[in-house]
């Protein structure tokens, strides 16, 4: 049997739930690089309706999670903040696909995350983190507001639960095989 591994990258916008995602799902303790936000942070970052934040990822996140038997994923979280935007690049080199995770009360912080993805040709979820319960919006109203393209999957999900978590990652995987060339038939022996 071989054995699969591959780079997913979870990102969005500032506090959507990154770490809480990566922490939920890895199965080895999640490596993170939280500081607490200093008084530099006040009036630069938009803090609506974090009111209990007080930390924030600068480098990345990193956890790992063995999907089956033959794949396993390396989870890579992005730091939310714009000033740490120079790491998105390393985190996304050789990425077989990303979630995006978004806050439907901050939606705009999610769009540099969808752009990236979509500019690069990189697959990738929206997974829409439900923070209190259910989300008020319908599909089609974060779908537009994101100018999402109809072949970009659009999922609800709780951050802090693993199997919600897990699903959003599956269904990452779902869509990446789609997206795939189809295997040539097997040639015929002469
Ligand atoms: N109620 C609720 N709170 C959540 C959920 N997901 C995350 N949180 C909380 O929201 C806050 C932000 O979550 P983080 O996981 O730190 O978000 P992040 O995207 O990693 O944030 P940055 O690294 O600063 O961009 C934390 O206080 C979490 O405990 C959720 O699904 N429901
Ligand atoms: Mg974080």
């Known amino acids: 049997m071989k054995r699969t591994s591959a ?3 979870i ?33 630069v970052d938009d803090l609506a309706g974090l009111d209990e934040k007080t930390r924030t990822t600068v480098a990345l996140d990193f956890g790992r999670i063995t999907i089956s038997r033959e794949v396993i ?39 540099a995350a969808v752009d990236y993805f979509e500019r690069r040709g990189i697959p990738f979820v929206v997974a829409v ?16 507001a994101l100018q999402l393209g109809p072949d970009v999957p659009l ?18 995987l779902r869509h990446v095989l789609a997206g795939l060339p189809a295997t040539p038939p097997a040639r015929a022996v002469p």
């Open 7 to 9: 780079k997913v990258v």
């Open 11 to 43: 990102a969005g916008g500032f506090g959507a739930g990154k770490t809480t995602l990566v922490g939920s799902v890895s199965e080895i303790p999640p490596l993170t690089t939280e500081e607490v936000m200093t008084e530099a942070s006040v009036g």
């Open 73 to 111: 994923l390396y989870l890579f979280g992005t730091p939310g903040q714009d000033r740490f935007w120079f790491m998105w690049d390393e985190l996304a080199q050789g990425a077989l696909g990303a979630v995006v995770l978004v806050d439907t009360r901050r939606l705009p912080a999610s769009f």
């Open 129 to 144: 983190n439900a923070f209190f319960g259910e989300c008020a919006y319908p599909d089609h109203e974060i779908r537009s």
């Open 155 to 172: 999922v609800r999900c709780d951050a802090r639960r693993r199997s919600s978590a897990v699903e959003v990652l599956i269904r990452l």
